[in-house]
């Protein structure tokens, strides 16, 4: 036996670890399959200005993994038409809620201004910043 360090993890070996650990709780966990989505916004070059990549559960989650929007086209309501498509897909997919974390210096009032609540912080997370982990009850 031998302990090995990647500090640039091989794509394989990740998706080989995802795979066991997700077979695992399959056994477990009747309808454990989660489903990848993503939503882009692009302007007229077709070079993508927003995006939110999320992942259905069959727990009944949405995770959002991330939403961006590009620093010229903020505010133009663009992040809230992106979680209001995701949120409503999931719907759609039989998802009761959605959750995601957000940094503190990130943007936690738009996510509450959308319905988000705070469940968990890890304070000091990095620097003098924190993770709020955010979630909400999609109907």
């Known amino acids: 036996m031998k302990l090995i360090y990647n500090y640039k993890p091989d794509q394989k070996d990740q998706q080989y670890l995802d795979d066991k650990l997700m077979g695992f709780n399959g056994n ?19 070079l993508m200005i927003a995006g939110i990549d999320c992942i259905v559960g069959g727990g009944g989650w949405l995770e959002i ?31 009761h809620s959605s959750y995601l ?31 709020l982990y955010m979630k909400k009850r999609l109907f």
């Not at 477990?28 to 070059?45: A, E, H, P």
């Not at 995701?86 to 997919?93: F, G, L, N």
């Open 28 to 46: 477990r966990i009747k309808g454990y399959v989660f489903k990848n989505f993503l939503y882009k916004m692009t302007d007229d070059s077709d």
């Open 65 to 95: 993994i991330s939403l961006w929007v590009s620093e010229h086209n903020r505010k133009k309501k663009i992040g809230e038409s992106l979680l209001f498509e995701a949120e409503r897909t999931a719907k759609e997919k039989g998802c």
């Open 101 to 131: 974390y957000s940094y503190s210096f990130q943007a936690p009032a738009f996510y509450e201004k959308k319905g988000y609540k705070i469940f968990g912080i890890l304070e000091n997370y990095y620097q003098n910043h924190s993770k």
